[in-house]
């Protein structure tokens, strides 16, 4: 599948036989470097086009927004210099990303509906709600059925910015659907057949049924080092960094995410 001008595979660990590297890295003596993430980059982000796209011109006047304060809102963000500190993200890029996020969510709070029907919108040619379903599941730290536009710019900016460390812990998050600090085979293989359901179908090479199964059966023979049939956070970090091209596909999560 072809976003934004570039081929995706549709995996967030790429290929366990070996791959490309994927656009935009640097190999510099063989040794893998993180990318720069530009302004262009975050915009191909799924998350952040939704919400840049509902940002309404504002009055220069009107300092609300730069305060990130509201006055009839379920819940009230902290303070834009506390978020800043938090994130790696500018202060001009989180008052377009918190004036979007009011427009779209005037409560303050985004439900997993509303992730449904953004990835409904960025792949229609496929089932994205349960891909959906999970990646909320990622962000919703307090496991209450919302999340805060604090949350939810400090795991964009983890994922569009964070280190590789950073990156690796919240994607065992994902992996680790019920939260009990290990990954089964079986949450594994959910996460990877949502995504071949959202897009797996257009992948460019295509992408055969059983596809998702076979990918999964490699990584995890590479990851449960112990054999005890679960992968522990320690696992998944050391095999994620000592293969490059687990490494190399890290940035496929612009594209999905």
């Keep these: 599948m072809q976003v934004d001008g570039k081929v995706v595979d549709g995996s967030l660990l790429g ?11 640097v190999k510099d003596s063989g040794k893998w470097q993180k990318p720069r993430f ?19 011109p ?10 990130l304060e509201l006055s009839t809102v379920r819940h009230q963000p902290e303070g834009l210099d506390q978020l ?11 008052q377009s990303l918190y004036r979007g996020f009011k427009n779209e969510c005037p409560s303050g709070l985004v439900d997993e509906e509303t992730f449904k029907s953004i ?11 349960t891909y959906a379903h999970f990646l909320f599941n990622a962000f919703d730290i307090d496991r209450n ?12 900016s983890v994922l ?23 990954i089964t085979k079986e949450e594994m293989l959910a996460i990877m057949k949502s995504i071949y359901d959202m897009m797996g179908r257009y992948t460019y090479p295509s992408v055969r049924d059983e596809a998702p199964s076979e990918h999964v059966d490699k990584f995890f023979q590479k990851m449960d080092k ?9 696992e998944f970090i050391e095999t994620c960094q000592k293969d490059e091209n687990i490494m190399n596909s890290m940035q496929l999560f612009e594209n999905v995410i």
Excluded: H
């Design 145 to 156: 059925g919302s999340i805060r536009f604090e949350d939810f710019v400090i795991g964009l």
């Design 160 to 182: 569009l910015r964070g280190s590789v460390t950073e990156k690796l812990n919240w994607a065992f998050n994902l992996y680790d659907i019920n939260k009990d600090g290990y």
């Design 119 to 129: 990835y409904s919108q960025f792949f229609p040619q496929g089932d994205a709600t």
């Design 58 to 67: 504002q009055d220069k006047g009107d300092s609300s927004d730069s305060d």
């Design 84 to 94: 800043q500190a938090q994130t790696k993200f500018t202060r001009k890029e989180l």
């Design 15 to 25: 290929d366990a036989n070996g791959v490309e590297p994927a656009p935009g890295r």
């Design 38 to 56: 530009s302004r262009k980059a975050l915009m191909k982000c799924c998350l952040v086009k939704w919400i840049i796209a509902s940002t309404q």
């Design 226 to 234: 112990n054999r005890d049939g679960v992968v522990t956070i320690e």
